[in-house]
């Protein structure tokens, strides 16, 4: 017989710091066998979007760019952020087409997954896009500084491999992307 796991109970919920791309609150909660924990520490995020995008003739659009919370420059799929009332396959769209300049394809959502559920309470949701083909320029943000990869499957592959996707929420994706290849 299955254990059954309740839910904890909030009893108070403040924030400590609100800013654009850094909300934490702490909330008082109650455990299910009573226990109170005074500060469980809650990160608050929107939500996210990556794209796994591959153009017409097989080969994988990358980025490369620098990561601070790292101080390295990292290899990954193209990502972003869903804009208060936008739909998640519209972001996913404006995104790959802002930082790489690619549009088009056959869309699909893969996977909806959680950084780290036990602290924060965002969602990253995962696209594969098939048959992209360049149509724009790049239109990046300020503060971003991308470059554009085209790279086969054996090539991203090899990069999961030698361990240097460092990024969970885009290599989660990547993988289940080669294992459907797989089937």
């Known amino acids: 017989m299955a254990k059954e796991i309740k839910k904890w109970t909030t009893l108070e919920s403040r924030y400590i710091i609100e800013r654009p791309w850094l909300t934490a609150r702490v909330d008082k909660v109650q455990l299910p066998d009573g ?11 929107p939500r996210w979007v990556n794209v796994i995008a591959v153009t017409a003739d097989g080969q994988m659009v990358m980025i490369r760019q620098y990561r601070h919370g790292f101080d ?3 290899l ?9 009332g936008e739909e998640p396959i519209t972001a996913a769209k404006r995104e790959l087409l802002e930082e790489t300049g690619y549009a088009g394809g056959q869309w699909r959502e ?11 309470d965002n969602v990253t949701h995962c696209f594969i896009a098939e048959g992209v ?7 990046l943000d300020e503060g971003e500084d991308i470059e554009v990869l085209l790279m086969s499957e054996e090539e991203v592959l090899a ?13 989660a994706p990547l993988w289940r992307y080669f294992w459907e290849k797989k089937k």
């Open 76 to 84: 990954e799929i193209c990502a972003g952020v869903v804009e208060q």
């Open 110 to 120: 893969v996977m909806t997954i959680g950084q780290n559920p036990s602290i924060s």
């Open 72 to 74: 390295e420059v990292l």
């Open 159 to 171: 990069t999961l491999m030698a361990d240097e996707q460092k990024q969970a929420l885009m290599a």
């Open 35 to 45: 226990r109170i924990n005074p500060e469980h520490y809650v990160l608050e995020y």
């Open 133 to 139: 083909e360049k149509v724009a320029d790049q239109d």
